[in-house]
């Protein structure tokens, strides 16, 4: 007698993992331009389409601006929608985003996290969502491939909810995830079906109630739209938070919704991270609890909306605060380290913090690296003359 | 010939009164908008065999069928002579407006 039911577990990649998200999301459109290292997820879907296991409109178009301004014509009339990109495909979508999120079109991307030209590289960093912060979309950040494929299907329930009703951008670490093979559980098409129900939107085109779409707005009215986004922003963290808990009821994984909180609660010491990073950082951290030392880690799993209420609870209990940044906002920090430090800044609370710029155009971030920056954080608890923004691993001496 | 006419709008009070993003109801007239037309279209109507091309090339839909001639709709139209230039039978004349 089998004790457990049978898990459909595969191994594929984290492209491979989004594709399989997106099938079983069943969207109408599909407007896709490959870049590197995203490529695969966009072959693999059209590989589904083409062999029939997906029904789906598949537009090849001819640029990332075209990929995303398709989503959005599909999108604004009712059709569930999904694009990809990364690097520079996502720059060059940068007018597109603002005008999909102000449109409050629930348009759901793949970001393969990497680095930006110029010196040209196709290698991972998180210059690319981070630089876009701004632009009005939800934005989720992956540890791994489960994570990734979970993250889609949640991402449609979550983009798709009245209160809602803004694009999601789900973001994974370009070759470390997107490259990297991984078993990775399907979910059942029919308990997806259950999770997913379909989208609705009192926009539908139709003769009979049509509408006036995209339309411009003078400054009497301008300021209330943006409100109004900023508003759905802000009430999407509920959103979150509960289709986290019910994907977790159906298919037995939960994500904690906004962070995870690794070790926590007696913490010294806290290593912020984003993405991918995080696996290796759980590593080194229970390496060090084994030694005594009392660390944890923060995972930032979404950027936007942002986790100010859990950073600044984090802050009434740890001494020490380090924020991984794989992005560095030239002349003065990280970008996570800036949201992060604004929030305990709220908090009004003294802790020792620490920005740690690393794994820049591909560089990889090792556990000794790693122990090193929680071993400067145990020490810094009560010096306050160090340098706050350190570029890590650095492999030449500098003039500073 | 259906076309939307002018309707009142009430400036929003409440945040809940505007729409979720820039979509609203198709057609919604808020107001008038004929400002700048510095000749209008006159049309003869001893002249005009109801053909319906001013109707078809008319840019801002303000032709119409009124008690069964054709008329102009002088609130929207902004002047631009198209009508009077393709209409076949020549019946209709771009006249000074008095300004």
Same mark, same amino acid.
């Given at each position: 007698?089998?004790?457990?039911?049978?898990?459909?577990?595969?191994?594929?990649?984290?492209?491979?993992?989004?594709?399989?998200?997106?099938?079983?999301?069943?969207?109408?459109?599909?407007?896709?331009?490959?870049?590197?290292?995203?490529?695969?997820?966009?072959?693999?879907?059209?590989?589904?389409?083409?062999?029939?296991?997906?029904?789906?409109?598949?537009?090849?178009?001819?640029?990332?601006?075209?990929?995303?301004?398709?989503?959005?014509?599909?999108?604004?009339?009712?059709?569930?929608?999904?694009?990809?990109?990364?690097?520079?495909?996502?720059?060059?979508?940068?007018?597109?985003?603002?005008?999909?999120?102000?449109?409050?079109?629930?348009?759901?991307?793949?970001?393969?996290?990497?680095?930006?030209?110029?010196?040209?590289?196709?290698?991972?960093?998180?210059?690319?969502?981070?630089?876009?912060?701004?632009?009005?979309?939800?934005?989720?950040?992956v540890e791994d491939a489960q994570e990734a494929l979970d993250m889609i299907i949640q991402a449609?329930?979550?983009?798709?909810?009245?209160?809602?009703?803004?694009?999601?951008?789900?973001?994974?670490?370009?070759?470390?995830?997107?490259?990297?093979?991984?078993?990775?559980?399907?979910?059942?098409?029919?308990?997806?079906?259950?999770?997913?129900?379909?989208?609705?939107?009192?926009?539908?085109?139709?003769?009979?109630?049509?509408?006036?779409?995209?339309?411009?707005?003078?400054?009497?009215?301008?300021?209330?739209?943006?409100?109004?986004?900023?508003?759905?922003?802000?009430?999407?963290?509920?959103? #979150? %938070? @509960?289709?986290?808990? =019910?994907?977790?009821?159906?298919?037995?994984?939960?994500?904690?919704?906004? /962070? +995870?909180?690794?070790?926590?609660?007696?913490?010294?010491?806290?290593?912020?991270?984003?993405?991918?990073?995080?696996?290796?950082?759980?590593?080194?951290?229970?390496?060090?609890?084994?030694?005594?030392?009392?660390?944890?880690?923060?995972?930032?799993?979404?950027?936007?909306?942002?986790?100010?209420?859990?950073?600044?609870?984090?802050?009434?209990?740890?001494?020490?605060?380090?924020?991984?940044?794989?992005?560095?906002?030239?002349?003065?920090?990280?970008?996570?380290?800036?949201?992060?430090?604004?929030?305990?800044?709220?908090?009004?609370?003294?802790?020792?913090?620490?920005?740690?710029?690393?794994?820049?155009?591909?560089?990889?971030?090792?556990?000794?690296? #790693? %122990? @090193?920056?929680?071993? =400067?954080?145990?020490?810094?608890?009560?010096?306050?003359?160090?340098?706050? /923004? +350190?570029?890590?691993?650095?492999?030449?001496?500098?003039?500073? | 010939?259906?076309?939307?006419?002018?309707?009142?709008?009430?400036?929003?009070?409440?945040?809940?009164?505007?729409?979720?993003?820039?979509?609203?109801?198709?057609?919604?007239?808020?107001?008038?908008?004929?400002?700048?037309?510095?000749?209008?279209?006159?049309?003869?109507?001893?002249?005009?065999?109801?053909?319906?091309?001013?109707?078809?090339?008319?840019?801002?839909?303000?032709?119409?069928?009124?008690?069964?001639?054709?008329?102009?709709?002088?609130?929207?139209?902004?002047?631009?002579?198209?009508?009077?230039?393709?209409?076949?039978?020549?019946?209709?004349?771009?006249?000074?407006?008095?300004?």
């Open positions: 007698m089998m004790l457990e039911m049978k898990k459909n577990k595969i191994f594929i990649s984290g492209d491979e993992a989004v594709a399989h998200g997106v099938r079983l999301s069943r969207p109408h459109v599909i407007a896709a331009y490959p870049i590197t290292p995203q490529t695969i997820t966009v072959e693999r879907l059209s590989e589904m389409v083409e062999k029939g296991e997906m029904v789906t409109e598949y537009m090849h178009v001819e640029s990332e601006h075209s990929a995303l301004s398709a989503s959005m014509g599909a999108s604004s009339v009712g059709a569930r929608t999904f694009t990809a990109t990364s690097s520079q495909g996502l720059l060059y979508m940068a007018e597109a985003l603002h005008y999909a999120s102000g449109g409050r079109y629930p348009i759901v991307m793949m970001n393969a996290n990497r680095s930006l030209a110029l010196p040209w590289s196709i290698y991972g960093d998180q210059r690319d969502s981070l630089s876009l912060l701004d632009s009005g979309w939800i934005q989720v950040y449609y329930k979550i983009a798709e909810h009245a209160d809602v009703l803004t694009p999601m951008m789900v973001n994974l670490d370009g070759f470390i995830l997107t490259h990297t093979y991984e078993l990775v559980e399907i979910p059942e098409q029919e308990k997806v079906d259950e999770f997913l129900p379909p989208f609705e939107t009192p926009n539908k085109m139709c003769f009979e109630t049509p509408k006036n779409l995209a339309f411009s707005s003078q400054p009497d009215d301008n300021t209330e739209f943006k409100y109004q986004q900023n508003k759905a922003m802000l009430d999407s963290i509920d959103v #979150i %938070e @509960k289709t986290d808990q =019910e994907f977790g009821e159906k298919f037995g994984r939960f994500y904690h919704g906004m /962070v +995870e909180e690794i070790m926590c609660d007696d913490a010294d010491a806290v290593l912020v991270t984003l993405g991918s990073i995080t696996g290796t950082v759980r590593v080194v951290a229970e390496q060090l609890r084994a030694k005594g030392h009392k660390v944890g880690i923060l995972k930032i799993r979404y950027m936007r909306p942002f986790p100010e209420k859990e950073i600044m609870e984090l802050g009434k209990k740890v001494k020490s605060v380090g924020v991984i940044d794989k992005d560095i906002s030239f002349g003065y920090e990280g970008t996570v380290f800036t949201n992060v430090n604004s929030a305990l800044s709220k908090a009004n609370v003294s802790v020792f913090k620490q920005n740690f710029i690393g794994g820049l155009g591909g560089r990889d971030i090792t556990k000794a690296e #790693i %122990e @090193k920056m929680y071993m =400067e954080l145990l020490a810094g608890e009560n010096t306050d003359n160090q340098k706050t /923004v +350190e570029f890590f691993n650095l492999k030449v001496e500098t003039n500073d | 010939m259906k076309k939307p006419t002018k309707r009142d709008f009430k400036r929003p009070t409440h945040i809940d009164d505007y729409p979720v993003g820039p979509q609203y109801e198709a057609g919604f007239l808020a107001e008038i908008n004929a400002g700048w037309r510095t000749y209008k279209p006159v049309i003869d109507h001893d002249k005009c065999i109801h053909c319906l091309i001013c109707y078809m090339v008319c840019p801002d839909g303000t032709i119409m069928k009124n008690d069964g001639k054709i008329a102009v709709d002088y609130d929207y139209c902004k002047g631009c002579g198209v009508c009077a230039n393709e209409c076949p039978k020549n019946a209709i004349t771009m006249v000074k407006e008095d300004l």
